[in-house]
C-alpha cells in the first residue's frame, strides 16, 4: 500500500490524521535533523497500521514534508 504524508516536525506531540484514502497528517515531536524526524515517523507508522517497522519504506521526499511512503 503507497500513502501519502505531509509531516510536521517539533510538534507538541505524535498523532496520525487521517484525511482521505492513501492521505494521512502526521504529527511528530522529533527535529528533522540527522534522519530523527524520519525515524520517528516510521515508528509511529507502525504503531499506527500494526506493522513491523522494516514493513515501512520512505520512497520519496525524505527530506521534504510531503513524503511517499510504502507500506507493507
Not at 8 to 33: H, L, Q
Given at each position: 500500500?503507497?500513502?501519502?504524508?505531509?509531516?510536521?516536525?517539533?510538534?507538541?506531540?505524535?498523532?496520525?490524521?487521517?484525511?482521505?484514502?492513501?492521505?494521512?497528517?502526521?504529527?511528530?515531536?522529533?527535529?528533522?535533523?540527522?534522519?530523527?524526524?524520519?525515524?520517528?515517523l516510521i515508528k509511529l507508522l507502525?504503531?499506527?497500521?500494526k506493522v513491523s517497522k522494516h514493513?515501512?519504506?520512505?520512497?520519496?521526499g525524505k527530506t521534504a514534508k510531503?513524503?511517499?511512503?510504502?507500506?507493507?
Open positions: 500500500m503507497r500513502i501519502y504524508i505531509k509531516v510536521t516536525p517539533r510538534s507538541s506531540k505524535n498523532e496520525v490524521v487521517k484525511i482521505s484514502e492513501g492521505e494521512y497528517k502526521v504529527k511528530i515531536t522529533a527535529p528533522p535533523v540527522d534522519g530523527a524526524a524520519n525515524e520517528a507502525s504503531q499506527y497500521f514493513m515501512i519504506n520512505i520512497v520519496g510531503i513524503k511517499m511512503v510504502d507500506i507493507g
